[in-house]
């Protein structure tokens, strides 16, 4: 009861008309913020669904919360939970109009289980099996079941594919003329070619109203750096690829994901200046991208190059899998505690352009906050609680 | 003939993993120094050392404490945790084929299936495993003969610490049965072998009492009558008179489900839901496979440890520690964390590795102390149970003077997600070496195995800023100004098609 005083003492310097009441307090053994501060015993008070205040001293007071450790809600920008086989529209094999929002199921139950292994953001986007599939948004993994109340950046990248996936499944036409379902690309190499194709067009629709087609202005939009290009590119001749389409149109940004070997050519990476999110680690290092292969010091060579780095776990909410053990895993390839800790929720929220609203325990950021059982991402520590906009969501036995 | 330095290095790093470090095998004693040691029954000590001689613990204690043998080839160093090597309670891993497709095969042996070079020992060294109970599959009524062995050797031979050991019994169905023909395939399996065993004596009644007769008519003694077998023993039940049969006049096929009934075998018996413990438990007391048999439990069975718990019997569990159970109406799931729900009933358990790297046991053990268990609870479920319910207890598991010396050499705490093995040390040889581990030197650290050339990345070319080459037969346009100029530093177009020729 004390500090809930002090703390709307210490939100007083706020306008106190418009500062709404503090409505949660919860103390830690230590409050990772993930900007690089560590606050060894620390309390955070939430008001209106917002962070309201981060203050020294953590021993909570009687009746408030504690638990060993806080660190903000963990970021995934790739889940890959989609719904399924028409989650893509296979009418063309670029489609960068389409909003992949719109067609999520939000009573799956992997929400839930993403929400409670502590992932409380997420990109999605549809599916790679398109070149060009559409346009992704950033949503909240819980809250009421509307996408329009989960989104908190709609359409903020153009999601695109290099490799075996967007090229899988297709037949040539000269195979079974007849067939609606013949088109390209059938390979790599038809991958690239309709990549660029697309962006060549893009250029033309720009100058040329006769040239416009459906969906240009989203390729437009990231020609002009409105958004990144959000492309998945695992192998290393994939990323190779990207990033000399990145060069070649002057895309200014462009996100690599499931770039598993994107450290065997640094210095390509590093001159194209793309960003990378990693897949899950796999115990014998063939990820589920392309079988490519990711040593687990992947994330932490990338850093060196000074690269920005997220992890993924695709979606695993399994305790061995899922996006804190991801981090773990990144930390048993050399990263430290505090770099893992930003590969999952800072540098995300970066890279989707939603950093103001999430990513650090910042006040002023939504209140999406992990509670652990003891030292975050260590094999012996689980998530006890999950806040997201403030209201505890998920809290274990 | 000049040897160059990369074959040295090669030939070198070959001997080391073939012979495992020849030069700490040759030597009888070895001293491990550690920072830290783990014990399981005492408080940890701090700058310890352990002192092996003949593959034994000979000594252990405080460095300053202990007398060091002066001959002793001398391994680790204070920044290292000595640890008992984890003990893998129950796998069908290493084998080339896990089940085989007759019912009762008990005259079978894993010895002829177990393939020293699999993956899954190379990754048991790696992840600290020292002990392993190799048997047979799940999918079976009686199984093969199983085996215990070491993840270190070229031959089974070698590797095998206790051969010809336990027996799998399943009550859970195999594929294609129902779980009322299973319980009659095992009930014939072992009504067979009553039967057998009964009309063996019958006969040998029979021929008795024709002998005597016989002698009673001719007026003579009879000869000696020395019962050529030994009596049947056995909790559940026996067959009066088998001393009179030699024991070599049983089938040998049946000679082992003998060996079972009369209590000289091990058994794991296999549950693969609530509904089979209950079966599996009076199964085993009617043949008598009690005092010597361990539950194999499915996730799901936590909600049988009430009649666990009264059978006295211990169990290994599944690997997926934490169950899950859906309500089909509400859909609503509801999670059980499995060694919880023994280590507070006190049954004894064992934990199994989901798979040998990052399911290994280390972390399955991680997994118990983030719900809720203690560290004692969890170490203990990978080391001495496991080492209790194979019945080498007095063997391995833990660190003490006498015991065998699986010892591992850590980087850190055996629970952290950071530590690495960094020296595995079986029966007092160093087995496995960080060092010497280019595998994993691969995976962890991203180096290339001997042999793979690194990616050529020294050369870049700059690829061209131009696009013109995607005026192919759909778009014969020639490009605009303008579409190449964002970018700074335009290169000529005539370089554009290089990076795809790469």
């Known amino acids: ?397 | 003939m000049r040897l160059t330095k990369t074959q040295l290095i090669l030939s070198g790093a070959f001997c080391a993993s073939l012979f495992a470090a020849p030069a700490d095998a040759l030597s009888d004693k070895l001293v491990i120094e550690a920072g830290h040691i783990i014990l399981h029954d005492a408080e940890d000590i701090e700058d310890g050392v352990i002192v092996v001689e003949n593959g034994r613990i000979a000594a252990i204690g405080k460095a300053d404490e202990v007398e060091l043998p002066w001959d002793a080839v001398v391994v680790g160093g204070p920044d290292y945790t000595a640890a008992p090597g984890f003990v893998e309670a129950l796998t069908s891993r290493g084998m080339d084929r896990a089940n085989e497709n007759l019912d009762v095969v008990p005259f079978l042996n894993v010895r002829d299936s177990i393939d020293p070079v699999n993956f899954y020992f190379e990754d048991a060294k790696r992840w600290g495993i020292t002990t392993i109970n190799v048997q047979q599959g799940t999918n079976t009524v009686v199984s093969g003969n199983g085996r215990i062995v070491k993840p270190t050797g070229v031959t089974v031979e070698e590797m095998t610490v206790r051969p010809n050991y336990g027996y799998m019994i399943a009550i859970d169905p195999k594929s294609g049965k129902s779980r009322a023909t299973q319980r009659q395939a095992l009930r014939n399996a072992f009504g067979d072998l009553r039967r057998e065993l009964e009309d063996l004596v019958g006969t040998k009644r029979d021929e008795a009492d024709t002998a005597r007769r016989e002698a009673l008519a001719q007026g003579r003694d009879q000869d000696d009558q020395k019962s050529p077998g030994r009596a049947m023993t056995g909790s559940g039940w026996t067959v009066e008179g088998l001393e009179l049969v030699d024991r070599s006049e049983i089938d040998e096929k049946l000679r082992p489900l003998l060996s079972m009934v009369e209590g000289r075998a091990y058994t794991f018996i296999y549950c693969g839901a609530p509904m089979d413990v209950q079966p599996a438990i009076d199964f085993a007391r009617d043949n008598g496979l009690a005092e010597r048999a361990t539950l194999v439990l499915d996730d799901s069975c936590w909600k049988a440890a009430d009649a666990i718990k009264a059978s006295g019997m211990s169990v290994i569990l599944d690997s997926d520690l934490m169950h899950v159970e859906t309500d089909p109406v509400t859909e609503e799931e509801t999670e059980t964390f499995v060694p919880k729900v023994f280590a507070d009933k006190g049954i004894p358990f064992a934990l199994q590795s989901a798979n040998s790297s990052t399911n290994s046991l280390w972390f399955q053990a991680a997994v118990c102390v983030a719900n809720g268990m203690t560290r004692d609870q969890a170490l203990a479920a990978v080391t001495t149970s496991p080492a209790m319910i194979i019945g080498l207890e007095k063997e391995v598991g833990k660190l003490a003077p006498g015991m065998a010396a699986n010892v591992l050499l850590l980087s850190g705490d055996p629970l952290d997600i950071t530590t690495k093995v960094h020296k595995a040390i079986i029966d007092g040889a160093v087995i496995y070496d960080h060092t010497q581990d280019t595998r994993n030197r691969h995976l962890l650290e991203g180096e290339a195995p001997r042999g793979a050339t690194a990616a050529e990345t020294e050369e870049v070319e700059e690829p061209s800023k131009t696009d013109d080459d995607a005026d192919d037969e759909e778009t014969g346009d020639e490009p605009a100004e303008g579409e190449s100029g964002d970018e700074p530093g335009d290169e000529p177009g005539d370089e554009h098609q290089e990076h795809e020729e790469k």
């Open chain 1, 1 to 397: 009861m004390l500090l809930p005083i002090l703390l709307s003492f210490l939100i007083s310097e706020a306008p106190a008309e418009t500062a709404p009441p503090v409505k949660l307090v919860i103390s830690a053994d230590a409050v990772y913020s993930a900007d690089g501060n560590l606050l060894e015993g620390g309390t955070v008070a939430i008001a209106g669904g917002k962070i309201a205040a981060v203050v020294p001293g953590g021993d909570g007071g009687e009746g408030a919360l504690h638990v060993a450790a806080i660190t903000p809600g963990l970021i995934d920008l790739s889940p890959r939970i989609h719904t399924g086989d028409y989650s893509v529209e296979e009418a063309s094999e670029v489609r960068p109009g389409d909003l992949a929002a719109g067609s999520l199921d939000l009573f799956d139950k992997r929400w839930e289980r993403l929400l409670e292994s502590g992932v409380t953001t997420v990109m999605v986007g549809p599916a790679y099996e398109n070149v060009i599939g559409g346009l992704s948004s950033v949503i909240k993994t819980g809250g009421k079941k509307r996408i329009e109340a989960r989104t908190i950046a709609e359409g903020n990248a153009l999601i695109g594919a290099f490799g075996g996936q967007a090229a899988r499944g297709n037949s040539p036409v000269f195979g079974r003329p007849t067939t609606f379902f013949a088109r390209r690309p059938t390979t790599r190499m038809g991958t690239e070619w309709a990549h660029r194709k697309a962006f060549y067009d893009t250029l033309a629709a720009m100058r040329d109203e006769e040239r416009q087609f459906e969906g240009w202005e989203a390729m437009a939009s990231v020609i002009e750096g409105e958004r990144p290009f959000f492309v998945q590119a695992g192998a290393t001749q994939d990323i190779r690829t990207a990033c000399y389409l990145k060069e070649e149109f002057g895309l200014p940004s462009m996100v690599l994901d499931g770039a598993a070997e994107a450290t065997r050519e640094p210095e390509i990476l590093k001159r194209a200046g793309a960003a990378v999110v990693l897949p899950p680690h796999a115990a014998q290092g063939r990820t589920a991208v392309d079988n490519a292969f990711m040593p687990w010091n992947t994330a932490d060579e990338l850093l060196e190059l000074g690269v920005p780095v997220a992890l993924s776990a695709h979606g695993s909410a399994s305790a061995n899998a899922n996006l804190g053990m991801q981090a773990g895993y990144a930390m048993r390839g050399g990263l430290e505690l505090d770099e893992a800790l930003r590969a999952v929720t800072l540098t995300p929220a970066e890279l989707a352009g939603v950093a103001d609203r999430v990513g650090t325990i910042e006040v002023g950021k939504d209140a999406d906050l992990v509670l652990w059982s003891g030292t975050p991402f260590a094999a012996t520590s689980r998530v006890i609680g999950v806040v997201l906009d403030g209201e505890v969501v998920f809290s274990a036995k």
